[in-house]
Each structure stands twice: as C-alpha cells, then as structure tokens.
C-alpha cells in the first residue's frame, strides 16, 4: 500500500508558476513510477509527466519546456514545477504512484490549479 498527499496548488495568474509535492508514504520501497495526471471539467484525466524508479522523466507535449516533474533524494515525495501557466492547465492535479502489483497505481486526493487573470 502506498498513501499519496498532493499539496501546493492554487490560483496563479497567466504566465506564473507552481510548484506541487506529492508525499508518498507506505511501502515507497516498491513504488517503480511516480505519475502525475490532471483533469479539468468534462475531459478525460490525462497524463501530464512521468519519472521512473531510475529517473527517466516523460511529458505530455502540452506541457514540455514548461513542467518539470522531479523528486527527492529519499525518493519519497515528488515535484512538478509548472511554469509560464495558461488558461488551458486549469484542473484537478492528481499524484499516482505505480507498483509491480499494482501497474495502474495509488492515487492522492488531488490538488486544484486554477489558471485565470
């Protein structure tokens, strides 16, 4: 089992960052992917970045050049900087950690990010 808390989101003007952390807890020792996806209204949740167990990181190309997902070093919480924000990033961001047995992966509560001026 793993326990996801999500923290960091907010409104942010046009143009401006955040930063979200993702705090795992649990059996972190098995996590092999750490995922972060979003969801605005009426759309499917999709998936924003990835970083695997050994670092690889991957994004949508929405979101390339502009979020960076990273981690700390104890590998226990998870970051995803998001700068020069639009409109269009406004949803529930929602923190995943993926196991071997469990592929689909944990699921935090989710955190807001309302981009608007």
């Known amino acids: 089992q793993v326990h996801l808390v999500e923290s960091g989101g907010g409104l942010v003007q046009p143009g401006g960052s955040l930063r979200l952390s993702c705090s795992a807890s649990?059996?972190?020792?098995?996590?092999?992917?750490m995922r972060w996806y979003r969801q605005a209204p009426g759309k499917q949740r999709e998936l924003v970045a990835v970083i695997t167990s050994g670092g690889r990181t991957n994004y949508a190309d929405s979101v390339k050049g502009r979020f960076t997902i990273s981690r700390s070093n104890a590998k226990d919480t998870v970051y995803l900087q998001m700068n020069s924000l639009k409109p269009e990033d406004t949803a529930v961001y929602y923190c995943?950690?993926?196991?071997?047995?469990?592929?689909?992966?944990?699921w935090g509560q989710g955190t807001q990010v309302t981009v608007s001026s």
């Open positions: 649990g059996s972190i020792f098995s996590i092999n992917a």
């Open positions: 995943n950690a993926a196991t071997v047995t469990m592929p689909s992966g944990y």
